[in-house]
């Protein structure tokens, strides 16, 4: 397991140093609403630059909702690689172990940021690649696959751009359900550090 958590390290430490753009890991809390169901939960939300406009975004969350359920959101890639590594890695099978590693690194999404180095950057991101689960003991256990597209605003907090506070909304979508109303509007706020 060490050896899974330090292969996933250094892949970070790659992204990171190669980053032209200071990469961006931020504390969320989000709410999310389909007007059935009211989600309330919180994390992180991980942008890696690609160029000078666009980034690479990962976002992981956990909560509840209204009616006392275990919510969880990841990127598919992270969700599958965790699975993977969990049951299947070993210290034997190093090709397992490197597919996992490189399934946890395809990103949820992509965000394009028109004026990026502005003191309020507003973008527009696209995250197809979500999943998303909710589980409530002896009642009921879903998952499902999710993407979403909705704005960001950053506005630079302090004399530096090490600090942003993040406001983004947007719409997501439930692929393949029957159980769950699909559409959900959702709204989170949060604080991001701009790593160089």
């Known amino acids: 397991m060490l050896k899974k958590v330090?292969?996933?390290i250094l892949l970070l430490n790659v992204f990171i140093t190669n980053a032209q753009e200071s990469v961006s890991i931020g504390l969320v809390?989000?709410?999310?609403?389909?007007?059935?169901?009211?989600?309330?939960s919180g994390g992180f939300q991980v942008e890696v630059p690609v160029g000078d406009k666009?980034?690479?975004?990962?976002?992981?969350l956990i909560g509840g909702s209204d009616d006392r359920t275990l919510y969880?959101?990841?990127?598919?890639?992270?969700a599958f690689g965790t699975i993977l590594l969990r049951y299947l890695g070993s210290s034997n099978s190093n090709?397992?172990?490197?597919f996992?590693?490189?399934?946890?690194?395809?990103?949820?999404?992509?965000?394009?940021?028109?004026?990026?180095?502005?003191?309020?950057?507003?973008?527009?991101?696209?995250?197809?690649?979500?999943c998303d689960y909710w589980y409530k003991r002896n009642n009921y256990e879903y998952?499902?696959?999710?993407g979403e597209f909705g704005g960001k605003i950053k506005i630079h907090v302090g004399g530096g751009d090490k600090v942003d506070i993040?406001?983004?909304?947007?719409?997501?979508?439930?692929?393949?359900?029957?159980?769950?109303?699909?559409?959900?509007?959702?709204a989170s706020a949060g604080i991001s550090f701009n790593l160089n």
Do not use: C, W
Request: cysteine-free; proline content about 7%.
């Open 95 to 98: 090709a397992i172990n490197a």
């Open 72 to 78: 969880a959101h990841a990127p598919v890639g992270a």
């Open 166 to 186: 993040l406001l983004q909304g947007g719409l997501k979508y439930l692929y393949r359900n029957k159980y769950i109303e699909p559409v959900f509007v959702h």
């Open 100 to 130: 996992g590693v490189i399934l946890m690194a395809i990103p949820e999404g992509l965000t394009f940021y028109p004026n990026p180095d502005a003191k309020i950057r507003a973008g527009i991101y696209i995250a197809p690649l979500g």
């Open 143 to 146: 998952f499902r696959f999710s």
């Open 6 to 8: 330090f292969l996933l």
């Open 29 to 40: 809390g989000e709410y999310s609403e389909n007007f059935s169901i009211s989600n309330y």
């Open 54 to 60: 666009f980034t690479l975004n990962y976002k992981g």
